[in-house]
T-cell receptor
């Protein structure tokens, strides 16, 4: 079956603009995660959904970042008033169940560049 | 809270040579351990994981890792590398009974030369 997909693959925007990044998880996966990966770093946790609800949003850096998953499948990460420091690759992952032992399947990421 | 240290940012090696990528972790409780590989412009792919049981874990593409609780390490090894193994490798840890969010290391870039 299809893996995790993310759109767009690349997004270039200007400082101060609003962006939306989309994630389509593997069908049937209840858990969905967003990470941010800066150059030369490992993925940094942003937010985790179990079903439709955000079970843990402790990684969101500030209130400019918000994510939704209204029907428990597709998720959208929203960034308001973008800043140059938001430039990074945003990764989405999904897993069949919650829990630290479950393998996460990653999408290819969206590379965000804020000019 | 858990943490992960990947001691080498870059490991150059010749094709068909053995390689070891080092990973140390810190946690006050028992952990699950993972190694992921990231090829250029792709997402992370699970290589192997340690959940419990045998401390020697075998994964895909001929990789294996050994969990050493006393040294809090989970080093990744391959006896003979190929050019196609050139990629970024990430070690990750999550805690039993705690947060189910894994913490990733900074990554090690494996560069295989012909």
């Amino acid at each position: 079956g299809a893996g995790v997909s993310q759109t767009p693959s690349n997004k270039v925007t200007e400082k101060g603009k609003y962006v939306e990044l989309r994630c389509d998880p593997i069908s049937g996966h209840t858990a969905l995660y967003w990470y941010r990966q800066s150059l030369g770093q490992g993925p940094e946790f942003l937010i985790y959904f179990q079903g439709t609800g955000a079970a843990d949003d402790s990684g969101l850096p500030n209130d400019r970042f918000f994510a939704v998953r209204p029907e428990g499948s597709v998720s959208t990460l929203k960034i308001q008033r973008t800043e140059r420091g938001d430039s990074a690759v945003y990764l989405c992952a999904s897993s069949l169940l919650r829990g630290g032992r479950n393998e996460q399947f990653f999408g290819p990421g969206t590379r965000l560049t804020v000019l | 809270a858990q943490s992960v240290t990947q001691l080498d940012s870059q490991v150059p090696v010749f094709e068909e040579a053995p390689v070891e990528l080092r990973c140390n972790y810190s946690s006050s409780v028992s952990v699950y351990l993972f190694w992921y590989v990231q090829y250029p412009n792709q997402g992370l792919q699970l290589l192997l994981k340690y959940l419990s049981g045998s401390t020697l874990v075998k994964g895909i593409n001929g990789f294996e890792a050994e969990f050493n609780k006393s040294q809090t390490s989970f080093h990744l090894r391959k006896p003979s590398v190929h050019i196609s193994d050139t990629a970024e490798y990430f070690c990750a840890v999550s805690e039993l009974g705690g947060s189910y969010i894994p913490t990733f290391g900074r990554g090690t870039s494996l560069i295989v030369h012909p």
